[in-house]
């Protein structure tokens, strides 16, 4: 009796991309855990705690410009002089004045600051040259103006950049409580990529590798250089079985081509498939799988634009949770003309921002790049498109 072929699997149906981030959301939660660097390790790393106040901001009352902190209403007599990064000294009698340096402590006493350019120096005599125009706490930084002691800066999840830093140095931190930040790995499949020189005959050049880890570390993530791999099930079911990364990234490999091995090489590892494929537009064969070990990889297609889909769609949110990120309020803007839509999936199109919104750009196919080179953003268009003054979701380029 002929045996018979087993039947052909039933198609996946795509998740709507909005489900499909929630799910890479999910997939990154709880966050990696918590460690203390030194300021000067933290940056990119993510608050694992509120950030507090360790003293009052100012620390006490400074001199805002420089002049002469004055007691009372002159003419007043000058007595001496403060720089910064010396203690104030005794208090000042009603009528007296020192040469004061912006940022120096004030003496006790004083009223207000009267700048250089505003006084008339007379020997030791000080006055006015505009009399009556000084009022009380004039150029003064009162004791706590910024902050109290014990009081929240910044919410955990805050994503430490330099200005972070800068604030957690001025209120008395030297060390921060972070989030461990996610490893990423980079898998460029394929035999036709060349890392270097023209494109020949049957070869291109890889424009992922350059493009995709800088998207990566804006996510939080700590990734090294892209690894290529070749058209080959054993190859690439080894460099995920040897993967050390708490996230993977492949390029390429994900639909039903006769060299896409992902899913088989998934299949052998042991891997859950947790999003396979998205309905948007371009990148909807796209897929998210849950390792061994409680490790993921996120597949995104070989085109670089739709490759770009895949990872604001399921590679960002993922790194930005197990980062600890939060993922904050969505980006809008008002469409400034009609943005072409798909008639049944998500579009996410290469825009500029005008005067009066965002206007796409052209060169928004899959495989193209140009348009993203001069794009401010990628617009989340909705199925059937969008028309002028309609308002829509922006996802902000790194």
């Known amino acids: 009796m002929e045996e018979r072929a087993a039947p052909a699997p039933a198609p996946v149906r795509p998740v709507r991309w909005a489900a499909a981030r929630e799910t890479a959301r999910r997939a990154g939660r709880p966050a990696l855990p918590p460690l203390g660097l030194p300021l000067d390790e933290a940056l990119g790393r993510t608050l694992a705690e509120p950030l507090t106040a360790?003293?009052?901001?100012?620390?006490?009352?400074?001199?805002?410009?420089?002049?002469?902190?004055?007691?009372g209403p002159g003419p007043w007599q000058v007595t001496g002089r403060l720089l910064a990064g010396r203690p104030a000294g005794g208090p000042l009698a009603d009528g007296t004045a020192v040469e004061i340096a912006t940022g120096a402590q004030l003496p006790p006493g004083a009223t207000a600051v009267l700048r250089r350019e505003h006084?008339?120096?007379g020997g030791a005599l000080l006055s006015e040259r505009t009399p009556g125009a000084l009022?009380?706490?004039?150029?003064?930084?009162?004791?706590?103006?910024?902050?109290?002691?014990?009081?929240?800066?910044?919410?955990?999840?805050?994503?430490?950049?330099?200005?972070?830093?800068?604030?957690?140095?001025?209120?008395?931190?030297?060390?921060?409580?972070?989030?461990?930040?996610?490893?990423?790995?980079?898998?460029?499949?394929?035999?036709?990529?060349?890392?270097?020189?023209l494109p020949r005959p049957g070869l291109v050049r890889d424009a992922l590798g350059p493009l995709l880890p800088p998207w990566l570390r804006a996510a939080g993530a700590e990734t090294g250089g892209p690894r290529a791999v070749g058209d080959d099930f054993g190859l690439l079911r080894d460099a995920l079985r040897h993967s050390t990364a708490d996230v993977v990234v492949t390029t390429g490999g994900t639909?039903?081509?006769?060299?896409?091995?992902?899913?088989?090489?998934?299949?052998?590892?042991?891997?859950?498939?947790?999003?396979?494929?998205?309905?948007?537009?371009?990148?909807?064969?796209?897929?998210?799988?849950?390792?061994?070990?409680?490790?993921?990889?996120?597949?995104?297609?070989?085109?670089?634009?739709?490759?770009?889909?895949?990872?604001?769609?399921?590679?960002?949110?993922?790194?930005?949770?197990?980062a600890g990120r939060s993922a904050g309020e969505p980006v809008l803007a008002t469409a400034d003309g009609p943005l072409p839509g798909h008639p049944a999936d998500t579009r996410l199109l290469p825009v500029r921002r005008t005067a009066h919104g965002v206007v796409r750009l052209p060169h928004d196919g899959p495989a193209m790049l140009r348009g993203l080179a001069r794009a401010e953003a990628l617009a989340v268009v909705p199925p059937g498109g969008a028309a002028e003054g309609d308002e829509i979701e922006l996802l902000e380029a790194p």
């Open 54 to 71: 360790l003293t009052d901001l100012p620390a006490f009352d400074t001199a805002a410009m420089d002049g002469w902190a004055v007691a």
């Open 119 to 121: 006084g008339a120096p």
């Open 255 to 322: 639909a039903a081509g006769p060299v896409d091995f992902l899913h088989r090489a998934l299949a052998d590892a042991g891997a859950r498939l947790l999003v396979d494929g998205v309905a948007v537009r371009p990148g909807h064969p796209m897929l998210l799988a849950e390792l061994p070990g409680g490790r993921h990889l996120v597949g995104l297609p070989g085109n670089p634009l739709a490759a770009v889909a895949g990872m604001v769609t399921l590679a960002l949110p993922l790194l930005r949770a197990l």
């Open 135 to 197: 009022t009380t706490g004039q150029d003064v930084r009162p004791r706590g103006q910024e902050c109290r002691r014990g009081e929240v800066l910044l919410p955990a999840g805050t994503a430490v950049g330099p200005a972070v830093l800068g604030l957690a140095a001025a209120c008395g931190h030297d060390r921060l409580a972070v989030r461990r930040a996610p490893v990423a790995e980079l898998l460029v499949l394929g035999d036709e990529l060349l890392g270097s020189g």
